[in-house]
């Protein structure tokens, strides 16, 4: 199979999806309702078909280097709703509907502390 030119995963309509070195690409989870960023986590070629098949957000844990079903052990799932695509292919946007907090710390997005000059401060709400 030849490699896909740049026009053709640009401006094309097929998905062709562009993996790093590992094998992984990003994934964005974006609350459907509120728009919020939930979480960033990878992607391999198993979480991707996944994910596509399931309606549920998996990823590649890079920690323990296997498939990882987002939920499966706090219940937490993502309900993917539509997935996004970027210009290049090598990033996804998975709009989600969450069932529970998406950060394993049980914050509702892992992104509740702002950078306020050296220290983070927690963000309410």
């Not at 070195?21 to 459907?32: E, H, N, R, Y």
Request: glycine share 8%; proline share 2%.
């Amino acid at each position: 199979m030849t490699e896909a030119s740049t026009a053709d995963r640009e401006l094309g309509s097929t998905f062709l999806p562009r993996f790093d070195a590992q094998g992984l690409l990003i994934a964005i989870a974006v609350d459907s309702a509120t728009k919020d960023i939930l979480m960033v986590a990878y992607m391999d070629a198993e979480a991707l078909q996944k994910t596509r098949e399931t309606g549920l957000a998996h990823f590649h844990s890079r920690s323990r280097g296997k498939l990882w079903l987002k939920g499966e052990t706090s219940g937490h799932f993502l309900r993917v709703q539509e997935i996004r695509v970027d210009c290049d292919q090598d990033a996804l946007e998975l709009v989600v509907t969450p069932e529970g907090p998406a950060c394993h710390t049980g914050a509702r997005s892992c992104f509740y502390r702002r950078l306020d000059g050296e220290s983070l401060s927690r963000i309410e709400g």
